[in-house]
């Protein structure tokens, strides 16, 4: 069932009671009672032949419900849920969240009890994914510290002004207004975040399908999401969406109605995970941090060919990744004669009250991709004051660089 990836990793992770539940309950299916005598397997096995029977429509509707709960049910996705649920939740319903170990359940009880609440944090956790990504990011600087205005009028300001420049009525645009608190970057202390969703309808696009063996057309309308975000502790006014010339209107929407205070148009620069320099041993400061222990555990290359090549060792090896790769390969390899396209890094962090000891990994990839934005709000603070200390992450202003614009020479450190 390749078009139903995420209801199989819903079906996996949830009860199997739990998964029939939401099944019907949300979408009017009518499926037979799981059998409890059968193991969880076998329950499974049976649902899931009942999603692969339904119609094609019935299951892409079921299909976009589930991505959503599945991307606010990892780790990054989980932190955003509990911080919206201990601001708005009332006591007997915190309580009945708070006894819910599973966290697809987590989430799932948020999708079905608290709509309005489950689409706030899904907008936070979508605009998550997208920081830093040149494809649908640029920042301002604003001033610091500034109120936002939520009064009803101001709020009237920005939806009217938001509308004139999407070229929709008001009516076809729908704004969001929260707050949440993240992680401060170098310190690691809570600073609040203010999110403005935008959302509005792009014109009517016609689809083909299938109905009663004819093939007829259909009309579907969707939506488009931007968010902007300011930040008063440091003046950060950052937007997310895909339409690159209107970001910058977007900002001074905000700035306008929302913090009525101007932004000079100064763009804060993008960040560039600059790895290159793990072609050749270097240490890891981990001074001052809650961490034990830092090693490179995987490198690879490409060359003009398109051939790769990747390194592995345990972060419990002896060796270091230079040593196994002469072992591997030659006594005489350097990964210095070669363009780095891929670098894994295992950190081991310390046993802090009743966290237990854990490892974190940094994945850096291509031309500027890190897996620190799919992270827990406090593991990406973390991990992004490491690579700023140890010197992997630059900033580049509004630039797109590629990795490719290296100079790949022979033991030459970039």
Same mark, same amino acid.
């Given at each position: 069932m390749n078009d139903a990836q995420n209801i199989t990793h819903l079906l996996g992770h949830l009860p199997p009671a739990v998964f029939h539940e939401f099944i019907t309950g949300e979408f009017g299916l009518?499926?037979?009672?799981?059998?409890?005598?059968?193991?969880?397997r076998e329950q499974r096995a049976t649902m899931q032949a009942a999603v692969s029977g339904l119609d094609v429509h019935k299951r892409q509707k079921i299909e976009e419900v589930a991505e959503n709960i599945v991307l606010l049910s990892d780790g990054?996705? =989980?932190? #955003?849920?509990?911080?919206? %649920?201990?601001? $708005?939740?009332d006591d007997t319903s915190r309580e009945t969240f708070a006894i819910i170990a599973n966290q697809?359940?987590?989430?799932?009880?948020?999708?079905?009890?608290?709509?309005v609440l489950f689409r706030e944090a899904l907008d936070a956790?979508?605009?998550?994914?997208?920081?830093?990504?040149a494809s649908c990011y640029s920042g301002f600087m604003a001033p610091s510290n500034l109120p936002v205005l939520g009064d009803e009028a101001s709020k009237a300001a920005f939806h009217k002004s938001v509308a004139v420049q999407l070229g929709c009525s008001e009516d076809g645009v729908a704004i969001q207004i929260f707050k949440r608190l993240r992680p401060d970057t170098q310190t690691g202390d809570d600073v609040a975040l203010y999110q403005f969703s935008i959302h509005h309808n792009r014109p009517p696009e016609i689809v083909d399908c299938v109905k009663a063996s004819e093939l007829v057309h =259909?009309? #579907?309308?969707?939506?488009? %999401?931007?968010? $902007?975000?300011?930040?008063?502790?440091?003046?950060?006014?950052?937007?997310l969406s895909k339409?690159?010339?209107?970001?910058e209107a977007l900002a001074r929407i905000v700035a306008d109605t929302l913090l009525q205070s101007p932004i000079t148009g100064t763009k804060i620069p993008l960040k560039r995970y600059d790895y290159q320099s793990l072609a050749t041993p270097q240490p890891f400061d981990i001074s001052g941090e809650d961490v034990t222990s830092a090693k490179v555990i995987e490198l690879g290359y490409s060359d003009s060919n398109y051939r790769s090549l990747v390194v592995k060792t345990s972060a419990k090896d002896v060796d270091s990744i230079y040593t196994a790769a002469k072992s591997l390969i030659l006594p005489t390899f350097d990964f210095r004669d070669h363009l780095l396209s891929y670098a894994k890094l295992s950190i081991r962090l310390k046993k802090i009250d009743k966290e237990r000891s854990r490892t974190i990994t940094i994945i850096l990839r291509e031309e500027n991709k890190c897996n620190i934005k799919t992270k827990r709000e406090k593991?990406?603070?973390?991990?992004?004051?490491?690579?700023?200390?140890w010197h992997?992450?630059?900033?580049?202003?509004?630039?797109?660089?590629?990795?490719?614009?290296i100079a790949a020479c022979p033991h030459q450190s970039v």
């Open positions: 009518e499926w037979p009672e799981p059998n409890s005598k059968l193991g969880k990054a996705g =989980q932190d #955003v849920v509990d911080g919206f %649920s201990a601001d $708005i939740f697809y359940e987590r989430t799932l009880w948020l999708y079905i009890n608290e709509p956790r979508q605009a998550d994914v997208f920081r830093q990504s =259909q009309e #579907v309308i969707r939506a488009v %999401s931007s968010h $902007i975000t300011y930040e008063p502790t440091h003046g950060y006014l950052e937007v339409d690159t010339d209107g970001r593991d990406r603070a973390l991990c992004d004051r490491l690579l700023a200390k992997l992450v630059k900033e580049i202003g509004n630039a797109k660089p590629t990795i490719h614009s």
